[in-house]
């Protein structure tokens, strides 16, 4: 008899049934996307809160030798988590908030890109754990990076250089990217 494991990785917290927007190459973020209240006690005009979910599954033989697994990997928006302060936004900000969303894109692809060299192997729940981590910290760090060097969107000049970097770096794993 085989047996099938399912495990789902969420890297925000995620109330059950929140609605999600799923990265997609075709379509930009709006504001109109961004439904949570602003925080009217921090400076930032705006926060994207998105992230990575992971899932998979493990098929195992009845001695428990792994014989299979399959993952998923996807990158999503949370509008009830996002927001901005209308009187401060423009189209200038929506598009560093823009880039925060196709960082996190990027990172999915990294992770598919890092699953696909993967070996079936009775490690791999570890191994899949430990690349799903890696990818969440390298997530966090290259955010804060971005959000550093552009002062939040404020260096015009840096804000254009990560545009043209994340894009770059979108082509270079486009064998990865998130199915449309």
Sequence with gaps: MIRIVLVLCCFLSVQKDEPVLPWNASYKLAWTDFKAKPN??????????????????ITKKDNGQVTRFKSEV???FYPEQSWYKKERANNHILGHEQLHFHITELYARKFRQRVSHLKVSNNIRKELKT????????????????????NYS?????????????TGELQKLSKFKSVD
């Design 74 to 76: 996807h990158a999503h």
């Design 154 to 166: 404020i260096h015009v000049e840096s804000q254009l250089q990560w545009k043209t970097y994340i």
């Design 131 to 150: 690349i799903h981590n890696s990818i969440n910290k390298e997530l966090a760090q290259m955010q804060d990076n971005y959000d550093d060097e552009t």
């Design 40 to 57: 009217d006690k921090v400076s930032a005009v705006a926060i994207t809160a998105s992230g990575i979910t992971f899932g998979y599954s």
